[in-house]
């Protein structure tokens, strides 16, 4: 069996807020307590936003297909997957003017668990130079924070539900403008009937007649409960780096939180992931009780870099770290692009994303995802700088 | 009795277009006529902008969730309180662009009876410097023209009917981004049945963990039948002074109006208005023959200055007068800062302004106010001063 | 008979996507195969995009009112007139920036077939200076390509069948702000059953007090399957002139296409077109077998100035010609207006621009056409030029 359902398609003039996706739907006698279904948000800034809620059974996710297909929030087995923004509910980006405050408009709608910043490129705002061999600059660009992708809407959504129970959403965003390249993402977002875990497979596509350069970041954020004094963050990496003085300033507790303080300037960390034998990096956010935690999972190989955002400023202003796997760092794409970390998508191609999440929801689950994260270092050293690297660091 | 009607709530999934709150509704045997409604427009620029019409039997007034709960235009015993912009209907904020023409794109969906400029700042676009004890500029930001709550959508809009028979429609307003400060508004109008006086009373609250800078100004519009030729408005002040030459050019004639005049350029007064025991200043604006006319009356502790916008020029091109009650001059908020007319508003504190209409519908009702304005300035001289003052006028 | 049905109006709080107009609709017994609705489209970029269809039996018209009343794309007896751009479907101006990419955001929404550029100017992006009469900088703007009227929304949609059968879709689109000056676009489409053609007449006013100035361009384009290698354009003309150095090069070939070539620089060629007796001008362009093409006709008098856009560049990156009579040229307004160009219009007149298609469908609907150009042509010397002309060519 693969029952699919069309939940939004601008070509078929299909945009369904009313039907349940769940068991029944599909014929099945047994349903575990699944569903799948879309909202429209009506009012404030998020008028004409829709929301998919799928519920397998144990975590309920609700996805942005306004927004790039994010992920707004998730739940599982009761612990909270989220962080709290200034910016309360899901904005659509009818509202947002990334150019706004000198470019960084963007953070007007920053308020997601999983927000993608890319497709075309991702980072710092600023004046994006193009040189030739000669070092003469050929085309400049300014960019504003972030990219272009959570803040276009997807023109289709399907929900597909697979003979070994997977329950998949797929959302299709096209990143595109006459003469200005076309790039498309088709995510897949699939979980299983009772799982803590769920994974996003991202294709970028380049339909376009030239090579496209592509820059990908998962900015994955996380604020009460998972954040809290003491919290730490367990990832396998080789290196880890401060971004710059202020980070530098605290290297000796990269990977524990403090409680909000209020004033706190954000410090941020670069690290080269270790991958597994399946080539997978893994990240680890636990409370301070270990007893409630969540992995990151990530493709090392299209997903070589990997950013701890520590933002532990005052509760009211946002509250919340962002474990951050990506293609580049969010640097200047000028910068990412001399140092050899923006991907250059031929015609036709594709590059593949992938990014899980598991919830850990007792000791035990923590336990074993730290032992795991020790098992992938172990051997391997961890090399901690005091200083920004310069061929990582735009500072 | 106190009962409560939810009309918009994002959180709660709430977007009613069809239920008519009125005394039946609320289980009253007589009504006196009122009711209360939303509408959601479609097409053109006002695709998708929320209407609520509350009609007190008497007095109907529009309000506009989607604008940031401005009043687009009211009614009073058949006396229209409204002005003809050249923007004809209102504009979904999704389709204004405060950048636009250098910073006046605000100006492309201006057509309220009252129209907000703040929360954050108001006033002439220009770049904001905030400067350190030494004079050294610490941070810089391009501020558009007369701030971001005009286009801002409400997310929550309640009718609340109380035992005196009090009809109050109350929405709330966010003006946040992420590291970029939030503001909250509530903003409560209310009215009586039969009555031709509403009353707006906005408290604007400060969720952030610091202080934040807040200006106000109620930019309160009038054209026909109220601005015609020999019009006259009356308000009770201690000081007047022209903005700048152009405004001093008129200094004779600064409270009379005049006929439309195709290629008049604007003349903007400023007044430091006088407060009666208990608090409240008072304008108003009468037409030629002294039959109609409107009272605007505001708190002086929260908005103690008041701009006199006189826009006589031709009828096409919106023929209006502004009284424009503010916290502060709608100057470069650089300039109000330094003047101390920027209010800090400490976390988690609120501040609220009160402002509130009253048609006069005959020569009796004109008489009174125009007395009662003349009684308030009694005794107090009004120095009417012919030349722009150095810290009121940054020209 | 004079039948009108409003689909539309902002005003009257009608937005109908139910009514279907046709010969039943209208009380006649016999219809053709007629038909007019209205579809809202939901998601992706075109959410809340309203699309009237207009099948006069033979002839499949799309009208986009929420972009201004352009013209998505059209079918006339199985031949498909469009063309396929990056951005594939029609994008809501709620979700393009004008200001994007140093004020080329204009296309982010650019798809269709016919699309005004204008009301108040079009062309190149750059910074309007307006001197005085001693050359002194009087106002300057920054002007976005192509002006604002192809991301503005009509208000006011309605259909018309007249006694001979006609059917009219008649929008009106508002481009104005306050202190910017108002336009109205009265855009009224015209067909006969079963006819192979349709007429666009657009009134442009000036309700404003004084004189406006206009630009207005129908950016007419074509892809497939009427550009293909060997496609020919014929436009009875006195003088065509290469828009640049970069069209100079292919100016042999100026009106004949290839196929799609990958890297393809667009090369623009600017023309005089010649009137008919009753003043209107003709451009053919017909497919490589010359057995399928399009005529369009406009009226010289107010659109005496002719672009062919030969954009030849890859399938995937738009494969695309543009036929472009326009009362300027689509150079910065500034230039258009030193050399006599730009349109002012007084106050409270009208100008009024008329565009005809008409679809070929055989060798001999071709021929007819191509004909008619030569008799156009003929005794009239068609002077082309080898390098731009200065007073056309901004380069």
Known sequence: MQTSFVLMSVDQGIHDTTSVIDAAACGLSSGEGWSVRMQRLSGGLSDGVDVVWLNNGCTRIALLPTRGMGVWKAESAGLPLEWK?????????????????????????????????????????????????????????????????????AHEVTVEIADDGAISVVGVVDESSMFGGRLRLISRLT???????????????????????????YHCNFGRPLLEGNSVLHIAASE?????????????????????????????????????????????????DADRGVAVRFDVDTLPWFSVWKNTQAEADGYCTGLEPGSS?????????????????????????????????????????????????????????????PDWCDC
Request: hydrophobic share 35%; net charge negative.
């Open 85 to 153: 923004s200034p910016v309360e509910r899901p904005v659509n980006p009818a509202f947002v003017d990334p150019m706004r405050r000198g470019g960084i408009g963007w953070l007007d709608g920053f308020n997601e668990l999983i927000c993608r910043c890319g497709l075309g490129w991702n980072g710092a705002p600023g004046t994006d130079k193009i040189t030739d061999e000669s070092g003469k600059v050929v085309s400049e660009q300014f960019l504003p924070l972030h990219g272009r992708i959570a803040n276009l809407p």
């Open 240 to 288: 880890i780096v401060p971004r710059n003085a202020r980070a530098a300033e605290g290297i000796a507790t990269w990977n524990r939180y403090t409680d909000p303080e209020p004033g706190y300037a954000e410090q941020v960390y670069f690290a080269r992931p270790i991958a597994d034998e399946s080539g997978r990096g893994l990240a680890v956010l636990s409370n301070a």
């Open 329 to 389: 760092f969010p640097n200047l794409k000028t910068f990412e692009r001399r140092h050899g970390r923006v991907i250059s998508l031929p015609s036709d191609a594709e590059v593949t994303f992938r990014l899980a999440f598991t919830a850990a929801i007792d000791s035990e689950d923590v336990r074993q995802l730290v032992a795991e994260v020790a098992e992938l270092q172990s051997g391997r050293p961890m090399v901690v700088t005091s200083k920004p690297r």
């Open 191 to 217: 979980t299983y009937p009772g799982s803590t875990s769920f994974e996003i497979m991202d294709e970028v596509r380049n339909p376009g007649s030239s090579p496209a350069e592509v820059e990908m970041l």
